[in-house]
Nanobody, 124 residues
Framework: QLHLVESGGGWVRPGDSLTLSCTAS????????MGWFRQAPGKEREFVSA????????YFADSVKGRFTISRDNAKNTVYLQMNSLKPEDTDVYYC?????????????????WGQGTQVTVSS
């Protein structure tokens, strides 16, 4: 079993930056492709970003491309989502997720493990 815990959420103003962390326990994180998703109340969970186990490949939703950066430190079993130039529409609960094999890194049902989520609020 892999246990994921997100941290770093909070309230920021438009244009500010925030870094989310996702720390894993239970298994080495380098075995997994890691993803970040977000969800607003009453809406479907949507893909934000993903990174391969080796960090060689990264993926971003069009809505965050150029503003968000994903990285990982396998030695620390942690994945990061650096969010810059935040907008009010980035307000959501952000979840990290892990998958081993197969499936699209954009699809929620490809991921086997999920964290509990961390709230990000962007408001003036």
């Amino acid at each position: 079993q892999l246990h994921l815990v997100e941290s770093g959420g909070g309230w920021v103003r438009p244009g500010d930056s925030l870094t989310l962390s996702c720390t894993a326990s239970g298994r080495p994180l380098n075995m997994y492709t890691m993803g970040w998703f977000r969800q607003a109340p009453g809406k479907e969970r949507e893909f934000v970003s993903a990174i391969s186990g080796s960090s060689l490949s990264t993926y971003f939703a069009d809505s965050v491309k150029g503003r968000f950066t994903i990285s990982r430190d396998n030695a620390k079993n942690t994945v990061y989502l650096q969010m810059n130039s935040l907008k009010p529409e980035d307000t959501d609960v952000y979840y990290c997720a892990a998958k081993r094999y197969g499936g699209s890194h954009y699809a929620t049902d490809s991921y086997d493990y999920w964290g509990q989520g961390t709230q990000v609020t962007v408001s003036s």
